[in-house]
């Protein structure tokens, strides 16, 4: 499998593109927007230079995988020749369902269709196509370029054989692939976004402030983040669409959306992709300033 298109080029969109292209893959990676296609680029090109410091990658395997990459703003040209499609638009099914019906309709019958989704169901995306058996969950971690994990989501007609190969495509990009069947949430959202969504509760409550609560699961969990801390990496947003998805696919009030969530979310506050969220971020700096709103 040489001919790979990658739908979006956001934070995942690109991190797929850019784990593709370094093992040698042709990518094709799309998006509406051709100012965030360069930007997606320079992201790359960044992340690469930084594996060649750390000596994980030599100068011209950097070279090739950016001359692996070509970007496209047209769905339908992107994907000609394509054997796989991974799906990395925002977590919005509707979008997502939209997207699919038109790969459906022009990628080539033997081409597999993968979606990036972290929690919407793959049977559901899979429904609005004529194939599917070649419908996958591809749930990458982020950072994609160094996290390991993939999980390899089966909808209710995915094929053993299209299964087999995504499972082992991943091991090729030396990615480890967990098999898991399509339930809201799979497995890592279904237990971490309730945990974040308590450490937001615990905060909403006063129990502890934003440090304190990161504190504890960083040195008596062992975490290498904290789940508030980690919230803002993640994004607020996502995290929200997450939940909603989990509240309303099990219809357990377990799940339900800590209110301060929702409020910040509905402010804008979602994060370090805006400048604030539990933590303020401001361009250049590592310190972590916990948000004035939280400031005891």
Excluded at 200 to 205: C, D, I, P, R
Excluded at 218 to 242: E, N, R, T, W, Y
Excluded at 261 to 273: E, F, S, T
């Amino acid at each position: 499998m040489n001919n790979i298109s990658v739908i979006g080029s956001g934070t995942m969109g690109n991190g797929i593109a850019h784990v593709f292209a370094l093992y040698g893959h042709q990518v094709s990676l799309i998006d509406i927007s051709d100012e965030a296609l360069q930007k997606a680029l320079v992201t790359i090109n960044k992340n690469l230079s930084r594996q060649v410091e750390k000596g994980t990658i030599s100068e011209e395997m950097k070279k090739q995988a950016l001359s692996n990459i070509t970007t496209h703003t047209v769905i339908k040209s992107g994907i000609k020749g394509a054997e796989l499609i991974v799906e990395a638009a925002s977590e919005n099914i509707d979008l997502k369902l939209d997207i699919f019906r038109e790969l459906d309709a022009n990628a080539g019958p033997g081409c597999i269709l993968a979606s990036n989704t972290s929690s919407i169901s793959i049977t559901r995306i899979a429904s609005v196509t004529k194939r599917p058996d070649k419908v996958i969950g591809m749930h990458f971690m982020n950072p994609v370029p160094l996290m390991k994990l993939v999980e390899v989501i089966r909808g209710y007609s995915t094929s053993d054989e299209v299964t087999k190969t995504v499972m082992d495509l991943a091991q090729k990009l030396e990615k480890v692939p967990v098999e898991v069947n399509d339930y809201p949430g799979f497995v890592a959202n279904r237990i971490l976004m309730p945990m974040i969504n308590e450490a937001v509760y615990t905060l909403y409550e006063g129990v502890a402030g934003v440090t304190e609560i990161d504190t504890v699961m960083k040195l008596g969990m062992a975490h290498p983040m904290g789940p508030l801390q980690l919230a803002d990496f993640i994004g607020l947003d996502v995290c929200l669409s997450i939940l909603n998805v989990l509240f309303e696919g099990f219809g357990n009030p377990k799940y339900a959306p800590c209110p301060l969530l929702i409020n910040m979310v509905q402010a804008g506050h979602k994060g370090a992709k805006t400048g604030s969220g539990f933590y303020q971020y401001t361009p250049g700096s590592k310190d972590l300033v916990v948000s004035s709103r939280f400031r005891r």
